[in-house]
């Protein structure tokens, strides 16, 4: 898969776990693993970037003796899902014009 394509897809994939429940990053991982192959190690960079464009937020809470950083999805972020989706739309039309093209016309 592209590469750039996998990074909008993963993106989109974070924002809509969160859009069930805030949660933290091993659980998202986990979330994350029957629809697209994610390690922690890739997680938290785009945790940050999202935080970063306002996608995300962040609050620490304690669970068993320790500190455990959530992440709940904004408004900006649910935008981010519906343009995406209707992204996806205009290219899975773009696609059926390109299967449907007669290589011999």
Do not use: W
């Amino acid at each position: 898969m592209d590469t750039q394509l996998k990074k909008g897809l993963l993106d989109v994939c974070v924002l809509s776990v969160l859009r069930r429940e805030a949660s933290y990053g091993y659980k998202i991982v986990n979330d994350i693993a029957p629809m697209i192959e994610i390690s922690e190690s890739t997680l938290y960079p785009i945790l940050k970037r999202l935080e970063a464009a306002g996608m995300v937020t962040t609050c620490t809470r304690e669970h068993n003796g320790r500190l455990r950083r959530y992440y709940a999805i904004t408004r900006k972020g649910e935008e981010r899902i519906d343009e995406f989706l209707q992204d996806m739309q205009e290219f899975a039309r773009i696609c059926e014009i390109i299967r449907s093209e007669d290589p011999h016309d």
